[in-house]
């Protein structure tokens, strides 16, 4: 993993809702990245140095069907608008991580139209996994497969020594243009060889790219050990925050975080509360006094944290599964973060106080975590790393409770009342200490 990983923090956009573009593809293009630009100020401030884009490439709609990984799509610009934006990310200290739609591509895309149009001669043809009727003529579509049943997502032959190539040679374009990684996306459809041919090549011209890959279930470990990644996303963790703070079980947390340990064995996850592909962690959660609980255990465990645009002030957002169902997590932004809604200003400075901890305790990169006291509603863990310690305690019941912390000095976060070994807190408090 590249060195200055260790202190990044991601601030997460999905730029076609960010900046209110339209939702079908059109060839007018409208400079809109400039507006993503305008709120970099913004995420210094909160204490990212990390722009993670999703999608900014060509595509048919939500820009998970990519068309052409060539070219800026064009509702959100076109190349200029993408240098202005690297640019201005990188005078800000802003590292800039792209989103890589490379399982599939949209069925708009010349190399699936070529093949409808030119049968098995298509120079494309050997792209997918096609199935051809008998009676095949130009025009016709062939059986294909797809990404997870959408028939507008063209599943690629990854067993294709030209898709490896096609892959190496986008990403490595995207690099030299001054994108400093990539997110994999749906790379838990891709078999981890197809990565470990293509990760090398990437990496003989940028060895200081990151590359961490979507992964929402599966073997983490495996995956980046076979793959060559760098990282994976921690679904594991995310699931087991919000859930185990909607039931009153924390005993599920405790269990997340040693497994949590296990991975930091062999890489240091990509960790959020939230994403452009999930309900929005005020929505999730069923008590908001539990909002800071979630943020704290974030920000104190070993990984790479990214938080989603909106996230910071509390936005909400269900995710719901039909046509459409993303935009209520896809938003667009006023122009400036002046034009902000002042109700999320309280969630604003809770994220600037424990990113502030965090850099301020930069082993936290790739701290272990050990549960000191676990209860249905009542939690304590430490954390440590290069000889250093932290100590947690979160309490989710209506009452006052008292929690082992062995150890505890003053509260850097939260609030608490340090007794000898132990802290209190209030119902449903939290808090942070020094060890």
Same mark, same amino acid.
């Given at each position: ?201 990437v990496r003989e011209a940028h060895p200081e790219a990151y590359v961490v890959g979507e992964v929402i279930h599966g073997d983490y470990a495996r995956i980046v050990t076979e793959s060559g990644m760098d990282a994976v996303t921690q679904y594991e963790l995310w699931k087991a925050v919000w859930s185990s703070l909607n039931d009153g079980n924390l005993h599920e947390l405790a269990h997340a975080l040693g497994r949590h340990d296990g991975f930091l064995d062999t890489f240091v996850p990509l960790t959020f509360l939230g994403n452009h592909d999930v !309900?929005?962690?005020?929505? #999730? +959660?069923?008590?908001?006094?539990? &909002?800071?609980?979630?943020? =704290?255990? %974030?920000?104190? /465990? $070993? ?80 954390? !440590?790393?290069?000889?250093? #310690? +932290?100590?947690?305690?979160?309490? &989710?019941?209506?009452?006052? =409770?008292? %929690?082992?912390? /062995? $150890? ?28």
């Open positions: 993993m590249p060195d200055w990983v260790q202190d990044a923090v991601w601030w997460h956009v999905y730029p076609l809702g960010f900046v209110g573009a339209e939702k079908e593809a059109t060839e007018e293009v409208t400079s809109r990245l400039h507006r993503i630009t305008d709120w970099l100020d913004y995420a210094v401030e909160l204490g990212a140095n990390g722009l993670a884009l999703g999608p900014v490439f060509a595509s048919s709609t939500h820009g998970y069907d990519t068309v052409d990984h060539g070219r800026i799509d064009p509702r959100l610009g076109d190349d200029a608008d993408f240098d202005e934006l690297v640019d201005e990310a990188h005078d800000r200290g802003l590292r800039v991580l792209l989103d890589g739609v490379f399982n599939h591509v949209g069925r708009e895309h010349p190399a699936f139209r070529a093949v409808v149009e030119r049968g098995s001669d298509a120079p494309s043809a050997a792209w997918f996994r096609l199935r051809w009727p008998a009676d095949w003529q130009p025009g016709v579509v062939p059986g294909y497969d797809t990404f997870e049943g959408h028939d507008q997502l063209v599943a690629l032959d990854h067993s294709a020594p030209v898709v490896a190539d096609w892959v190496a040679e986008v990403m490595t374009h995207w690099l030299d243009r001054g994108a400093d990684g990539w997110r994999l996306d749906a790379a838990y459809a891709v078999p981890p060889s197809f990565w470990a041919t293509v990760l090398p090549r !309900t929005r962690i005020a929505s #999730r +959660l069923t008590d908001l006094r539990h &909002l800071p609980h979630a943020l =704290a255990v %974030l920000f104190t /465990v $070993g990984g790479t944290p990214s938080v989603y645009a909106g996230d910071e002030q509390a936005f909400t957002g269900v995710k719901e599964d039909r046509a459409g169902g993303d935009d209520a997590v896809r938003p667009p932004f006023p122009e400036t973060p002046a034009g902000l809604a002042p109700f999320g200003e309280p969630t604003f400075r809770l994220h600037q106080e424990l990113i502030g901890l965090r850099r301020r305790h930069r082993w936290l990169h790739t701290a272990r975590t050990t549960v000191l006291h676990r209860d249905n509603r009542q939690l304590s863990y430490e954390v !440590t790393g290069d000889g250093e #310690r +932290l100590v947690v305690a979160l309490n &989710l019941a209506d009452t006052p =409770a008292t %929690l082992p912390a /062995v $150890g505890a000095g003053e509260v850097l976060a939260g609030a608490g009342t340090v007794q000898r070994d132990a802290v209190r807190l209030d119902a449903h408090g939290w808090a942070v200490l020094a060890g």
